[in-house]
T-cell receptor, first 108, second 115 residues
């Protein structure tokens, strides 16, 4: 059973059209949930860490939130440069486990 | 600050051949990771080093994969013999090891194609 499930697999938005990406997890004893951005041909780039339910983090047009079973990455008024794959990862007592990612395309 | 350096960026080999990848982490970072990312998947941890020592290699296929981190700085990942299913991007990452263990700094990766 996958410990981290991301949805949708792919998302296509018009510039300025806000939306959310979902990351659900099944690990117990969550020590941290992490969001990364990955551009084609590059390694993942760290965005946010969330540690407890109710926590929120913001960076430019991105806001990450956490509940007891899932996290959301909200994208407000996206621009074409926000196009990338967004990866979610969780950590309990084992090393990071990554989801498969959501491939976001923002069309001008 | 220089990032994580990896080489080569691309490698094409025949099955049953061997290949080696090199990684130089960010200066001062105690923890080094090797991840395997198959197309369309998230990165999967192969091995984690803390300074010179191995912290976790539970998902490393030890019959064909080996890794070392000499002097606690750079690292080499070797595959011998390669199989078709080893085609993937091999990502090296490092972290300061200060407790923020999920905040990793990744290199650009080494893309391996096994024919």
């Amino acid at each position: 059973e996958d410990q981290v499930t991301q949805s949708p697999e792919a998302l296509r938005l018009q510039e300025g059209e806000s939306s959310s990406l979902n990351c659900s997890y099944t690990v117990s004893g969550l020590r941290g949930l992490f969001w990364y951005r990955q551009d084609p041909g590059k390694g993942p780039e760290f965005l946010f860490t969330l540690y407890s339910a109710g926590e929120e983090k913001e960076k430019e047009r991105l806001k990450a939130t956490l509940t007891k079973k899932e996290s959301f990455l909200h994208i407000t008024a996206p621009k074409p440069e926000d196009s990338a794959t967004y990866l979610c990862a969780v950590q309990d007592n084992t090393p990071l486990v990554f989801g498969k990612g959501t491939r976001l395309s923002v069309i001008a | 600050e220089a990032g994580v350096a990896q080489s080569p960026r691309y490698k094409i080999i025949e099955k049953r051949q061997s290949v080696a990848f090199w990684c130089n982490p960010i200066s001062g970072h105690a923890t080094l990771y090797w991840y395997q990312q198959i197309l369309g998947q998230g990165p999967k941890l192969l091995i984690q080093f803390q300074n010179n020592g191995v912290v976790d290699d539970s998902q490393l296929p030890k019959d064909r994969f080996s890794a070392e981190r000499l002097k606690g700085v750079d690292s080499t990942l070797k595959i011998q013999p390669a199989k078709l299913e080893d085609s993937a991007v091999y990502l090296c990452a490092s972290s300061p090891g200060t407790g923020r263990s999920g905040e990793l700094f990744f290199g650009e990766g080494s893309r391996l194609t096994v024919l």
